[in-house]
């Protein structure tokens, strides 16, 4: 076997990427370390603010102003420290070696241009040989995904709904066959079937063709799907990260157990849902020292305010809480 | 109260190479929303969820049906006089981050409209501030935090909550919450969603619940009741916890079905159904409106559109619910909760 056909690992060491606002430097993301597996999907979730794009940004070493990547490394097998690729090395790699879809990737195209116009670009920027090849690649992938893809190809962004330009956002990411995938929330904004259809395709081009892919999403639900590990993001930390059955099943960190708690259900006591107090943090507001989560955390110690959590591994799972030696399942009465 | 009747509207498209199309947008709709009542409407994108929410609350015209609001007509009313009864319904956005002017404070916000009811009502300029401080805190916010702020400076969460309590300032009747959870924060939603059910507990408020999300409608209150909308034709309809735990229409199962499995703590439905093929709003509308994309769809559903009602099919028991299928039968499709 070749040493490209098999899954890249990546490792994301000690990194943390600031952004200059009017109160000076803060950390939107700080000190994260985070391997996904070869040939694993891994899943971001976390809340609005919590450092979950910049995070998918740095993966390409594309923070931009006001933003900056203070430090650490991101390691992907055959191409070495991300960050430290620059210039024309750093625009083969966007693309061809790392695939991605942006949030609000819908917005991203080129509205003068039709979407084959645009493919046929990108292909020539990656100097891709058999752009005949790269068209038929491009309706096949649009056709898996419900769509007529020579009929995209003629569209323009504006003849297209938004959820067919997320799908052409997929297919972007995934046409020049990169082996690292970035997917930041690539169904918001569809509904459940069409959601459904997406996560499934996602799964199955990923195993086809042994890609190390990266789903980042507010919405557990859509990951849980599809995602084999899950790594929980609150305030730019990581603080939980596992195999998702377990992370979903018997979460270890406050947050990750108040964030399933208030994952309205099909099934089941309405009442044991309930929303999780106070209110996500901002830049502005994150404490500057002890752990992020205090402020809404149900299990807060005196050692909390003042000592960040450092990260543990407790049974095959990283967890980031002063408080996860003692494990509290979510004791939901259905499941018991 | 409210009601509906065979309420049609169609739009007129610029169509791209197939020139002029028609979007039969709603075909024949029947609604009814009581006092203190919870509707969810739940369909697929373009199914003619908005739409509808839309024309209850009087901010869309409909080609045929009649609307009856307090057992008076509209269809007997001039524009003018109808502007009272479509008053007491008020929408509520769908996107807190844009819905709210964002140059103006929360104070700014909520006392334009609260001026305009103080002159309705003939009640004092005083009455206008305290009004505000009250609604906010009736929808869960400090008022000492919130009013002199900007939106930018409030959470999705607490915005939503400010535009609910706008909504609220001309003391609707109904609130139309169109997709008024999607946009905020999981970890928020229920907040919300408790709120919705609080309203019509305390003030006898119906709201009209529109969402992707299916489980959500659960959460706004007792004796929900759930209309599946297909290609503008209502499907199934009655209680949400009967429709969500024992949904007899294939259409239903379907959306029932691709709703994500939280692994670790669910497993999948048994008897999940899935669409034979993508939806295309340009399929022949002969016969059943779901037959192309239905496993189970026979001669008779291509040839023949179902009615809305109870009937139990060949062989088949009458249902609870009502639903538009010649072939209606339960099937265990929803997540089942496992031992952790
Ligand atoms: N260009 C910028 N300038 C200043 N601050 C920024 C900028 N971009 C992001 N931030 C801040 O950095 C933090 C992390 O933002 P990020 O977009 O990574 O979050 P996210 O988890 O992707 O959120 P969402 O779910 O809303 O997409 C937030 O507090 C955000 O306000
Ligand atoms: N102003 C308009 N002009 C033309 N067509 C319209 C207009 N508004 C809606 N439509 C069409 O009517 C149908 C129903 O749209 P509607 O917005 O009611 O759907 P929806 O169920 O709310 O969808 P979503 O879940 O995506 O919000 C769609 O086919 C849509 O394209
Ligand atoms: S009427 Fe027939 S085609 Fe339509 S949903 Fe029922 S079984 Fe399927
Ligand atoms: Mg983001
Ligand atoms: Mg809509």
Same mark, same amino acid.
């Given at each position: 076997?070749?040493? =490209?056909?098999?899954?890249?690992?990546?490792?994301?060491?000690?990194?943390?990427?600031?952004?200059?606002?009017?109160?000076?430097?803060?950390?939107?993301?700080?000190?994260?370390?985070?391997?996904?597996?070869?040939?694993?999907?891994?899943?971001?979730?976390?809340?609005?603010?919590?450092?979950?794009?910049?995070?998918?940004?740095?993966?390409?070493?594309?923070?931009?102003?006001?933003?900056?990547?203070?430090?650490?490394?991101?390691?992907?097998?055959?191409?070495?420290?991300?960050?430290?690729?620059?210039?024309?090395?750093?625009?083969?790699?966007?693309?061809?070696?790392?695939?991605?879809?942006?949030?609000?990737?819908?917005?991203?195209?080129?509205?003068?241009?039709?979407?084959?116009?645009?493919?046929?670009?990108?292909?020539?920027?990656?100097?891709?040989?058999?752009?005949?090849?790269?068209?038929?690649?491009?309706?096949?992938?649009?056709?898996?995904?419900?769509?007529?893809?020579?009929?995209?190809? =003629?569209?323009?962004?504006?003849?297209?709904?938004?959820?067919?330009?997320?799908?052409?956002?997929?297919?972007?990411?995934?046409?020049?066959?990169?082996?690292?995938?970035?997917?930041?929330?690539?169904?918001?904004?569809?509904?459940?079937?069409?959601?459904?259809?997406?996560?499934?395709?996602?799964?199955?081009?990923?195993?086809?063709?042994?890609?190390?892919?990266?789903?980042?999403?507010?919405?557990?639900?859509?990951?849980?799907?599809?995602?084999?590990?899950?790594?929980?993001?609150?305030?730019?930390?990581?603080?939980?990260?596992?195999?998702?059955?377990?992370?979903?099943?018997?979460?270890?960190?406050?947050?990750?157990?108040?964030?399933?708690?208030?994952?309205?259900?099909?099934?089941?006591?309405?009442?044991?849902?309930?929303?999780?107090?106070?209110?996500?943090?901002?830049?502005?507001?994150?404490?500057?020292?002890?752990?992020?989560?205090?402020?809404?955390?149900?299990?807060?110690?005196?050692?909390?305010?003042?000592?960040?959590?450092?990260?543990?591994?407790?049974?095959?799972?990283?967890?980031?809480?002063?408080?996860?030696?003692?494990?509290?399942?979510?004791?939901?009465?259905?499941?018991? | 109260?409210?009601?509906?009747?065979?309420?049609?509207?169609?739009?007129?498209?610029?169509?791209?190479?197939?020139?002029?199309?028609?979007?039969?947008?709603?075909?024949?709709?029947?609604?009814?929303?009581?006092?203190?009542?919870?509707?969810?409407?739940?369909?697929?994108?373009?199914?003619?969820?908005?739409?509808?929410?839309?024309?209850?609350?009087?901010?869309?015209?409909?080609?045929?049906?009649?609307?009856?609001?307090?057992?008076?007509?509209?269809?007997?009313?001039? %524009?003018?006089?109808?502007?009272?009864?479509?008053?007491?319904?008020?929408?509520?956005?769908?996107?807190?981050?844009?819905?709210?002017?964002?140059?103006?404070?929360?104070?700014?916000?909520?006392?334009?409209?609260?001026?305009?009811?103080?002159?309705?009502?003939?009640?004092?300029?005083?009455?206008?501030?305290?009004?505000?401080?009250?609604?906010?805190?009736?929808?869960?916010?400090?008022?000492?935090?919130?009013?002199?702020?900007?939106?930018?400076?409030?959470?999705?969460?607490?915005?939503?909550?400010?535009?609910?309590?706008?909504?609220?300032?001309?003391?609707?009747?109904?609130?139309?919450?169109?997709?008024?959870?999607?946009?905020?924060?999981?970890?928020?939603?229920?907040?919300?969603?408790?709120?919705?059910?609080?309203?019509?507990?305390?003030?006898?408020?119906?709201?009209?619940?529109?969402?992707?999300?299916?489980?959500?409608?659960?959460?706004?209150?007792?004796?929900?009741?759930?209309?599946?909308?297909?290609? /503008?034709?209502?499907?199934?309809? /009655?209680?949400?916890?009967?429709?969500?735990?024992?949904?007899?229409?294939?259409?239903?199962?379907?959306?029932?079905?691709?709703?994500?499995?939280?692994?670790?703590?669910?497993?999948?439905?048994?008897?999940?159904?899935?669409?034979?093929?993508?939806?295309?709003?340009?399929?022949?509308?002969? /016969?059943?409106?779901?037959?192309?994309?239905?496993?189970?769809?026979?001669?008779?559903?291509?040839?023949?559109?179902?009615?809305?009602?109870?009937?139990?099919?060949?062989?088949?028991?009458?249902?609870?619910?009502? %639903?538009?299928?010649? %072939?209606?039968?339960?099937?265990?499709?929803?997540?089942? /909760?496992?031992?952790?």
């Amino acid at each position: 076997m070749s040493r =490209d056909s098999a899954a890249p690992e990546v490792r994301i060491r000690d990194l943390t990427v600031v952004y200059n606002t009017p109160a000076g430097e803060l950390p939107a993301v700080s000190h994260v370390s985070l391997t996904l597996t070869p040939g694993t999907i891994t899943g971001v979730v976390g809340e609005s603010g919590s450092g979950k794009s910049t995070l998918a940004l740095s993966l390409l070493n594309a923070v931009q102003p006001p933003g900056r990547i203070a430090e650490g490394s991101v390691e992907i097998d055959g191409l070495g420290d991300v960050l430290r690729l620059d210039g024309e090395d750093l625009r083969r790699t966007r693309g061809r070696k790392v695939g991605y879809v942006f949030q609000a990737a819908q917005n991203s195209l080129n509205p003068l241009k039709t979407i084959g116009k645009q493919l046929l670009d990108l292909g020539r920027s990656h100097d891709v040989e058999d752009l005949r090849a790269l068209v038929a690649d491009a309706k096949a992938l649009l056709s898996r995904m419900g769509l007529d893809g020579a009929r995209v190809l =003629d569209s323009h962004q504006h003849e297209l709904s938004g959820g067919m330009r997320q799908r052409v956002g997929i297919m972007l990411a995934l046409v020049l066959n990169a082996q690292v995938v970035v997917l930041d929330e690539p169904t918001t904004a569809l509904d459940m079937i069409t959601q459904a259809t997406i996560l499934r395709i996602i799964r199955e081009v990923h195993e086809e063709r042994a890609l190390t892919t990266l789903v980042i999403t507010h919405d557990v639900g859509a990951v849980a799907e599809v995602a084999d590990d899950l790594a929980v993001m609150y305030g730019g930390r990581v603080v939980e990260h596992g195999p998702i059955a377990e992370v979903l099943g018997a979460p270890r960190h406050p947050y990750t157990q108040g964030l399933i708690r208030a994952i309205p259900r099909l099934s089941g006591d309405i009442s044991l849902a309930r929303a999780l107090p106070g209110r996500p943090p901002t830049l502005g507001t994150l404490p500057a020292a002890g752990c992020v989560f205090r402020e809404r955390c149900e299990k807060r110690m005196e050692i909390c305010e003042t000592v960040e959590p450092a990260t543990a591994t407790y049974d095959g799972r990283s967890v980031a809480c002063h408080a996860a030696g003692r494990p509290a399942p979510v004791k939901r009465r259905e499941y018991a | 109260m409210i009601t509906g009747t065979a309420i049609t509207k169609t739009f007129k498209q610029r169509g791209n190479v197939l020139g002029k199309r028609e979007v039969p947008a709603l075909r024949g709709v029947d609604f009814a929303i009581k006092k203190g009542g919870a509707v969810s409407f739940i369909g697929e994108s373009g199914c003619g969820k908005t739409t509808l929410g839309r024309i209850i609350a009087g901010l869309e015209t409909y080609d045929s049906g009649e609307i009856v609001i307090d057992d008076v007509a509209m269809s007997g009313l001039s %524009h003018r006089h109808r502007q009272p009864y479509f008053r007491r319904i008020q929408l509520i956005h769908q996107d807190p981050y844009s819905a709210l002017n964002p140059t103006r404070t929360i104070h700014q916000t909520l006392e334009a409209p609260l001026r305009l009811r103080a002159r309705q009502t003939g009640r004092p300029r005083s009455w206008v501030d305290a009004r505000a401080e009250e609604l906010l805190s009736l929808v869960g916010i400090d008022p000492g935090y919130v009013l002199p702020r900007y939106p930018h400076q409030l959470s999705g969460g607490m915005r939503q909550r400010v535009v609910i309590a706008r909504a609220l300032t001309m003391d609707p009747e109904v609130l139309v919450a169109d997709e008024a959870v999607s946009m905020i924060d999981v970890s928020l939603r229920l907040g919300i969603l408790g709120l919705l059910r609080d309203l019509r507990e305390r003030l006898g408020v119906s709201v009209l619940f529109i969402t992707h999300d299916i489980a959500t409608a659960r959460y706004i209150g007792d004796e929900g009741e759930l209309y599946v909308i297909y290609r /503008g034709q209502v499907v199934e309809r /009655g209680s949400t916890e009967t429709i969500i735990a024992d949904p007899v229409h294939p259409y239903t199962q379907s959306l029932l079905s691709a709703i994500p499995v939280l692994h670790g703590l669910e497993r999948p439905g048994a008897e999940q159904v899935v669409p034979t093929e993508a939806l295309d709003e340009a399929q022949a509308d002969e /016969g059943c409106l779901f037959t192309r994309r239905c496993p189970f769809s026979t001669a008779r559903c291509e040839a023949e559109r179902p009615v809305l009602g109870h009937d139990g099919g060949e062989g088949g028991e009458d249902t609870e619910q009502l %639903h538009a299928c010649f %072939h209606p039968r339960s099937r265990s499709v929803i997540p089942q /909760g496992v031992r952790a």
